[in-house]
């Protein structure tokens, strides 16, 4: 009689684990620093609520690579070798990014003097 016997697994398959921003430790300065890039241009763009899937997308990582940039020009200097090369891509990217996103600050509608007393109370 024939048993069926169970596959060795390979050791080289392992499931993949998307981390995302929510993944980090908040407490990190570079973490911070993201977050709140992220919350800033997300407001700037009117709202959570008024921008697409992709746009929130592209706001975090609009923020990642403003923390890298920050970070790499911080790091020049105090005198550390940094590539330059990978920086410029990286503001060119970030540059980019902005540019898709809009860099102008989206004004909310204000014309209902009611609705607005109605919601700071």
């Known amino acids: 009689m024939n048993v069926p ?3 060795p697994k390979r050791a080289d398959t392992k499931k993949a684990r998307l981390l995302s921003l929510d993944d980090l430790d908040k407490r990190t300065a570079a973490a911070r620093y993201a977050f709140d890039l992220r919350d800033s241009v997300i407001a700037d763009l009117g709202g959570e609520g008024s ?8 706001a975090s990582s ?10 790499a020009s911080a790091r020049f200097l105090r005198g550390e070798q940094i590539d330059p090369g990978s920086v410029a891509t990286l503001v060119n990217s970030r540059n980019r990014t902005a ?3 809009g ?8 014309n209902d003097l009611d609705a607005y007393i109605a919601g700071r109370a």
């Open 5 to 7: 016997t169970a596959t």
């Open 51 to 58: 921008l697409s899937a992709i746009k929130l997308e592209m």
């Open 103 to 110: 860099m102008d600050r989206v004004m909310k509608d204000a």
């Open 99 to 101: 540019q898709l996103l």
């Open 62 to 71: 609009l923020a990642v690579m403003s923390a890298m940039i920050s970070d």
